[in-house]
C-alpha cells in the first residue's frame, strides 16, 4: 500500500543535541511538507519542497533545516536553536496542483514525537 | 493574510446527537476548503472538501457546504457515533508554485459518549 513512513514515532533529545526525522512516501509525490502541531495551536508549516533539490521556508522555519535528495525522502533536523522543540511532527505530500482534482489533497504520516529532555 | 477559525472545544455529545463544528475563514481569491480528522496518535487524513462556492463535500455521513457569502464551511453530521470521537481540522489551500499550502484552524475535540 502506498503511503508516508515516519520515524521514530517517538524521539528524546537533550538539549544542545540536533535530531532527524525521517519521512518517506511511495507514492510518487513531487510535493512534501512538514508541520508542527502544538496543543491548541493547529499545525503550523515548517518546509516544503515542490520537487528534488528544491525547498522553501514556511512560516516557522527558524532552528529547523530540510533536504530533498530523493523524490521520497524529506528528512528534518531539529536543531539546537529550535528554543521550544517538543511537539508532534508530521509530514505530508501530495501532487502538484493543476494535475487533477486531486491536487491540494495532503496525505499524512502518523506522525514523530519529540520531547526535550 | 489566510486565516482559518474553528469553534473551541472540546465538544461533547451524546451518541446519536446532531454535531455542528463551526468555520470560517479569511482568504484572498478562491481557495479550496478541507476538514481533517485525526485520531489519537495518528496523523491527520482528509474528510471532506470543497473546491468552489455552494460546492457540498460529504464523506461518512458528514457534510460541509462552501459558503462564499459569509466565508465559512461548517461540518455537520447529523448522528454521532463514539467512533467519530476525535480531533477535526477545518484548512483552505493557498498555492506556492506547485505545491499547496493548507493553513489550518486550531482543531475542535469532538467526544462522543454512550
Known amino acids: 500500500d502506498g503511503g508516508i513512513t515516519q520515524s521514530p514515532k517517538y524521539l528524546f533529545r537533550k538539549e544542545g543535541q540536533n535530531v532527524t526525522l525521517s519521512c518517506e512516501q511511495n507514492?510518487?509525490?513531487?510535493?512534501m511538507y512538514w508541520y508542527r502541531q502544538d496543543p491548541g495551536q493547529g499545525l503550523r508549516l515548517i518546509y516544503y519542497?515542490?520537487?528534488?533539490?528544491?525547498?522553501q521556508k514556511g512560516d516557522i522555519a527558524e532552528g529547523y533545516s530540510v533536504s530533498r535528495e530523493k523524490k521520497e525522502s524529506f528528512p528534518l533536523t531539529v536543531t539546537s536553536a529550535q528554543k521550544n522543540p517538543t511537539a508532534f511532527y508530521l509530514c505530508a505530500s501530495s501532487i502538484p496542483t493543476g494535475r487533477s482534482s486531486g491536487a491540494n489533497v495532503l496525505t499524512f504520516g502518523a506522525g514523530s514525537r519529540l520531547t526535550v529532555l | 493574510g489566510d486565516s482559518v477559525t474553528q469553534m473551541e472545544g472540546p465538544v461533547t455529545l451524546s451518541e446519536e446527537a446532531f454535531l455542528t463544528i463551526n468555520c470560517t475563514y479569511t482568504a484572498t481569491g478562491y481557495p479550496s476548503l478541507f476538514w481533517y480528522v485525526q485520531y489519537p496518535g495518528e496523523g491527520l487524513q482528509l474528510l471532506l472538501k470543497a473546491t468552489k462556492a455552494d460546492d457540498k463535500g460529504s464523506n461518512k455521513g458528514f457534510e460541509a457546504t462552501y459558503r462564499k457569502e459569509t466565508t465559512s464551511f461548517h461540518l455537520e453530521k447529523g448522528s454521532v457515533q463514539v467512533s467519530d470521537s476525535a480531533v477535526y481540522f477545518c484548512?483552505?489551500?493557498?498555492?506556492?508554485?506547485?505545491?499547496?499550502?493548507?493553513?489550518f484552524g486550531t482543531g475542535t475535540r469532538l467526544q462522543v459518549t454512550l
Open positions: 519542497s515542490q520537487i528534488v533539490n528544491d525547498f
Open positions: 484548512a483552505l489551500s493557498g498555492t506556492a508554485g506547485t505545491a499547496s499550502k493548507l493553513t
Open positions: 507514492l510518487n509525490h513531487d510535493a
